[in-house]
């Protein structure tokens, strides 16, 4: 049974930096696509990150590019999100999800939500002003 465990949310203030971390257990092949997803209060749930699993191949929504940087630890089984610059706007609750099997552009677009079959519970970062 594969399972996702977020951590490292929280609360800081804008320009500060967060490290979210997704721990996959119980998912055992070599290859997939896992991407980093947020929900911001009465908005629809938008695709933020992704990495291809044992890859180097990156995705980044415009809004974060070049304050996020999606990477992974194999050995660990762990997918991480740095989030550096953090604004107000960047404000959600954080998941992380499994797209398995495939890598991330295949069968439409990385940040398409109905691909990924595996999701963790999330975990919430709040930036004040």
């Known amino acids: 049974q594969v399972r996702l465990v977020e951590s490292g949310g929280g609360s800081v203030q804008a320009g500060g930096s967060l490290r979210l971390s997704c721990a996959a257990s119980g998912y055992g092949h070599s290859s997939g696509c896992m991407g980093w997803f947020r929900q911001a209060p009465g908005k629809e749930r938008e695709g933020v990150a992704a990495?291809?699993?044992?890859?180097?191949?990156?995705y980044y929504v415009d809004a974060v590019k070049g304050r996020f940087t999606i990477s992974q630890d194999n050995a660990k089984n762990t997918v991480y999100l740095q989030m550096n610059s953090l604004k107000p706007e960047d404000t959600a609750m954080y998941y992380c999800?499994?797209?398995?099997?495939?890598?991330?552009?295949?069968?439409?677009?990385?940040?398409?939500?109905?691909?990924?079959?595996?999701w963790g519970q999330g975990t919430q970062v709040t930036v004040s002003t």
């Open positions: 999800a499994l797209f398995p099997r495939y890598e991330c552009g295949v069968f439409g677009s990385w940040f398409r939500i109905e691909k990924y079959a595996y």
């Open positions: 990495i291809g699993i044992g890859d180097v191949e990156t």
